[in-house]
């Protein structure tokens, strides 16, 4: 009888244990998509302000007849600044605080906003909303995919991070050499591989906070998985509107 009762008494503590943690995990989801979502918001909110104000737009393109056909010094710093602050917080995530991760982040998600604004210049606005909600249908999908399916992705991972490489190399080739016929299969690529790296991180960020469940640093890890599902919608958005958007 005694051991019945002590039997019992663990099967509910691991019940109670399980339901306590995908209570966390269901909260540790949705902070990651609220930061996520608030990246994105800024990221619009500073596209269309340079969109909207020539004044500002100067400071960072040559723009021709409502059409972006240069960078001025800084377009280029602000192009390139996120790439450095990703390397940075690769290097130091271990030993920077939640405020210093959260800094980070914002100013990256900001300056992409400045990538972003071209798309505006380059495309009708009717055709970057469409292609916007096309993207979000797309990305729910892919995440509610990566978020309930049993299946390990980790070997897929991979091979999308060897595409992701090649998607660059093949980018920097047909700077130099440009074909419309690369840039098609450069577009298809990088919708796939986008594609699949939402499903992927979203099933890593469920992965890291198993590891993370119970310590200091929940924070840190949801917002390391903000960024990398923030970059994944970015890239496939961008690779959409290659082949749904509509020139000015």
Do not use: C
């Not at 902070?31 to 979502?37: K, L, Q, S």
């Not at 660059?168 to 986008?194: D, E, Q, R, T």
């Amino acid at each position: 009888m005694a051991n019945q009762d002590f039997n019992a008494f663990n099967r509910a503590g691991t019940i109670g244990d399980q339901a306590t943690f995908d209570v966390g995990l269901r909260a540790h989801m949705i902070r990651v998509y609220n930061y996520m979502a608030s990246g994105l918001a800024l990221s619009g909110i500073v596209a269309f302000g340079l969109f909207s104000s020539p004044q500002l737009a100067a400071l960072f393109f040559q723009v021709q007849a409502g059409q972006v056909v240069g960078l001025n010094m800084l377009g280029w710093i602000a192009i390139f600044a996120p790439l450095g602050l990703l390397l940075l917080v690769s290097f130091r995530a271990a030993t920077m605080s939640v405020g210093a991760v959260q800094a980070v982040y914002w100013a990256v998600t900001a300056l992409m906003g400045v990538s972003l604004s071209v798309l505006l210049f380059t495309y009708t606005g009717a055709s970057v909303a469409r292609t916007f909600f096309v993207t979000a249908a797309a990305f729910g999908a892919l995440s509610l995919y990566g978020y309930t399916t049993k299946r390990d992705l980790t070997a897929m991972g991979k091979f999308l991070f060897m595409g992701v490489v090649g998607l660059i190399l093949a980018g920097l080739v047909n700077m130099i050499w440009p074909s419309g016929a690369m840039s098609f299969i450069i577009s298809a690529a990088g919708v796939l591989i986008f594609s699949g790296l939402i499903a992927y991180d979203t099933q890593k960020i469920k992965d890291q906070y198993s590891e993370a469940y119970g310590t200091d640093t929940a924070e840190k890890v949801a917002i390391f998985g903000a960024l990398s599902l923030y970059l994944d919608f970015v890239n496939l958005f961008q690779f959409l509107m290659m082949f749904l958007g509509q020139r000015r």
